[in-house]
């Protein structure tokens, strides 16, 4: 089995474990040369194998039945051609903020800690679509900011970037999300407009309409 694979495999047991993807909910790629490997439609992160893989090269299918909402994996790879692997989660505390109004457009959680500007930088909301039709794929494909990653309305979570970047902004965006939820109710003192571009700036990391990691 290709290094890369196994490594994927390996990040999708950690989610699971993390309680991060609950059930079947979620998929999860990693784009070798010209060939995707993408969990298949029904899997479990907790009990992946490699039988349990979709494969895709240069429009020929063939493996694990695939998931539907392909779709959005092929449109994060186009958008981010150098992304290596893309994952979706229903992780509980991001879908949970996914079905409340959005800060910005561009980032769509209130800006309350640090670090998610660093390893993530911009998360667009994404209007709610039903999963896996073709709406939710050309609203993805109608994104206007730069983005490692999105929160998809009454939905969940999609990452890109390596495997180990788009696993930690993961984690980071439930983190968030769960902070978030907590302080629902209560005024706290947020992170500043400039604050948050200069942390996106200094770890390269997208933030508005500026995409500093090709600076």
Known sequence: MNEQVQEMLNTAHRLAALGLSPGTSGNISCRVGETIYLSGSG??????????????????????????????????????????????????????????????????????????????????????????????FDSIDKVEYPYDALLLANHGVITSGTLAQAEQACIEIESLSGLHLQLLGHNPNRLTEEQCEQLAKKAKRPWNRTDYRKT
């Open 43 to 136: 899997t479990s992160f907790s009990t992946l194998s490699e039988s349990d893989l979709t494969i895709l090269n240069n429009g020929h299918v063939e493996g694990a039945s695939p998931t539907k909402e392909m779709g959005f994996h092929l449109k994060v790879y186009e958008r981010n051609p150098e992304a290596t692997a893309v994952i979706h989660v229903h992780s509980p505390n991001a879908t949970a903020v996914s079905c409340l109004d959005p800060w910005q457009p561009y980032f769509a959680i209130p800006p309350i800690t640090p670090y998610v500007f660093m390893r993530v930088g911009n998360l667009p909301y994404v209007p709610y679509e039903h999963p896996g039709s073709p709406e939710l």
